[in-house]
């Protein structure tokens, strides 16, 4: 098993007990699995990047639309180990942030359009051009110092 399969069997798994805790029907993607006796093994071989992407997507926008009910179940056991796995993932691919010129601001310093934003977690964010190196806080943006 490569590292897609490990982290696809995990995802199921770990959505397959949600569903069960829940009494709510896991999204079809999780039927989409390499399984060995009910165990999830990973990816089936007639699954290509890009339908494993949209799978992928499914099972997490599954889980997004349920995180307080999932929260609520306090399953830190399951949770902790394919955070851990995830981490680890991350770690071993390493990849360049894409940056996303559509989402760029025009700076109020310098007048590119060369602002973007760099974080935002629950309405806190930051941005910074990309050009002069102004940086701007939430409230910055919010208020159209960096207009978009």
Request: glycine fraction near 6%; hydrophobic fraction near 45%; charged fraction near 25%.
């Amino acid at each position: 098993m490569d590292d897609a399969d490990d982290l696809w069997a995990a995802l199921v798994e770990y959505i397959g007990e949600v569903a069960e805790r829940l009494q709510d029907p896991a999204p079809a993607a999780v039927g989409a699995t390499w399984a060995i006796d009910e165990n999830a093994r990973g990816l089936p071989s007639w699954m290509n990047s890009e339908l494993a992407y949209v799978a992928g997507f499914a099972l997490v926008e599954w889980l997004i639309s349920r995180a307080a009910e999932v929260s609520e179940l306090r399953m830190r056991d399951s949770e902790e180990f394919l955070f851990a796995l995830v981490r680890k993932l991350q770690s071993r691919y390493v990849l360049d942030p894409i940056e996303r010129p559509a989402h760029r601001r025009t700076c109020s310093v310098c007048g590119e359009r060369a602002v973007i934003v760099s974080w935002v977690v629950d309405d806190t964010g930051e941005a910074a051009c990309r050009v002069c190196g102004a940086t701007y806080g939430t409230e910055a943006i919010q208020h159209g110092e960096a207009d978009g």
